[in-house]
């Protein structure tokens, strides 16, 4: 017989002789209500066979799973400093509890950033700032084909689901938007009771799902809808191509998570599989998705309609553009998601590998809108990562009309970045369906700070455009911002990255970097063609 030596013997005999011997002892029996537990979870350890972990260290080797789930919060209240976090640094956090609080948000004894790394960057001041800039401005987004055009807040709540978030972080969202005069994407998830409750201005996106207006089979139902896009608290319609967080990638919801309220908000059946497609249904070509565009602005009663996505490959905003000309037909606006975008779960690989930075993307689509002479018949939106005003004036100088927040906007809710999002666990209420976790999170204060950090970022943008000369963000270009290269080498953004001149593209394709993109796009498909089918589909 084998001698029963070794962690794999000693924990559970160690109790084991522990629990005996307090048993024996009258004065000590009082133990036995934390010890027969604690021997009941050794020997379940000890005979187990799915954990090796646990098998071979019986009881002990649970203190690994404890600081597994403490380490989140060991790292970001202990281990890291102000910027190393991520997704955001406490600093960066840090600066949206200020606002949201109304507290002050200055900063003592200068920057703490290291201004000869490569990932400085900055924007330029002038010696004459212009204190007679506007206190605020609004875009008006809509062209000729919409009957009621919306003037936009600088800064909305990007998108973000009822079933993701709880029911009182979608209410105080609202109610913040509605306190604030902004607007408040509902995400895929449709329009909940919830978006409803308050009256804030809505941003109706339409996900792949067709969720508030689809058929039993998922596809698109257009008299739903225009019933649902009728109310005026529908201000523009947003169709969703992809997202930074997962471009190009389908969802499920659980039909365990579809609960009686998800599902009278998505018109699907409680208990089912609620099931977002990779693709969308309702068109396959860049003029099918425009003429689509056409559909829902007429369908809504003439409001802005557009699209949002995460860029992926040049060629393919070629040969949207390249459909806008062939059919005359144009998005209101175009939000640009960054692949560094993102507040529920996704595929790690997607996460981390797929889609474009929105800096890149934003270009990108700038350089083909402008390239074409389109850029005055569209309005763009940048939505990634941005928490300031520094933020969106960087946004602004590459050519974006307005911007979306999504992450900073839970912060103000009282988000502490646990990263619990997926798990239902969300300690603050925010992403969570639970009650009692979500009863935490008390609508009327939060909709204030919402209201209240979207205010400051915009008070904060004006000075910075006031610091620079400027009348509005509008005027700031490539010129004004400035990024290093190396430590001994830094220039504006133009000499770092390439802008295309006004109809660029139309006179000269091939003088521009987008050359081979231009090439090999038609209006007729997303897919790549030859050279001449490209000529005879433009």
Known sequence: MKALTGPRYLVPLAVLALTLACAALPSLRWLLVILVPVLGVTLLDFFQNRHALRRNYPLVARVRWLFEDLRPFLRAYIVENEREGRPFTIDQRGLVYARAKGEVSTHPMGTELDVYSDEYEWLGHSITPNEDAPESWHVRVGGEECAKPYSSALLNISAMSFGSLSANAIESLNKGAAIG??????????????????????????GSGYFGCRNKDGSFNPELFAQQASDNQVKMVEIKLSQGAKPGHGGVLPGAKV?????????????????????????????????????????????PTGFKLCV??????????????????????????????????????????????????L??????????????????????????????????????????????????????????????????????????????LVVDDKAERVARFQKETLRSLREIVVAMGYRSPW?????????????????????????????????????????????????HTFRRVSSLAASLHP
Request: charge should be negative.
């Open 181 to 206: 005069g902004f607007a408040h994407d509902t995400g895929e998830g449709s329009i909940s009771r919830y978006h409803r409750k308050h009256g804030g201005d809505l941003i109706w996106e339409l």
């Open 259 to 303: 609960t009686p309220e998800i599902a009278e908000a998505r018109h699907v059946e409680v208990g089912e599989d609620c099931i977002s497609p990779a693709a969308h249904p309702a068109f396959s070509t860049p003029i099918e998705l425009l003429e689509f565009v056409a559909q829902l602005r007429s369908l809504s009663g003439g409001k």
């Open 312 to 361: 992926g490959q040049p060629h393919e905003v070629m040969a949207l553009v390249k459909a806008m000309l062939e059919t005359g037909i144009t998005p209101d606006f175009i939000v640009i998601d960054g692949a560094e975008g993102g507040t529920g779960a996704a595929p790690q690989e997607l996460t981390d590998n797929v889609g474009m930075p929105l800096r890149e993307g």
């Open 363 to 440: 270009m990108l689509m700038r350089n083909a809108l402008v390239g074409t002479n389109l850029k005055d018949r569209v309005r763009l939106a940048a939505s990634g990562k941005i928490h300031s005003g520094a933020g969106m004036a960087r946004a602004f100088a590459l050519g974006a009309d307005w911007c979306n927040a999504a992450r900073p906007f839970m912060f103000a809710l009282g988000c502490v970045q646990s990263m619990k999002c997926h798990t239902g666990e969300c300690p603050t209420g925010v992403a969570t369906q639970v009650d009692w976790r979500q009863r935490g």
């Open 475 to 523: 005027q700031l270009n490539e010129h004004d911002m400035y990024q290093r290269i190396d430590s001994a080498k830094a220039g504006p953004l133009d000499e770092v990255y390439s802008f295309v001149a006004p109809g660029q593209l139309l006179d000269a394709p091939d003088s521009t970097h987008y050359a081979h993109a231009w090439k090999v796009s038609a209006a």
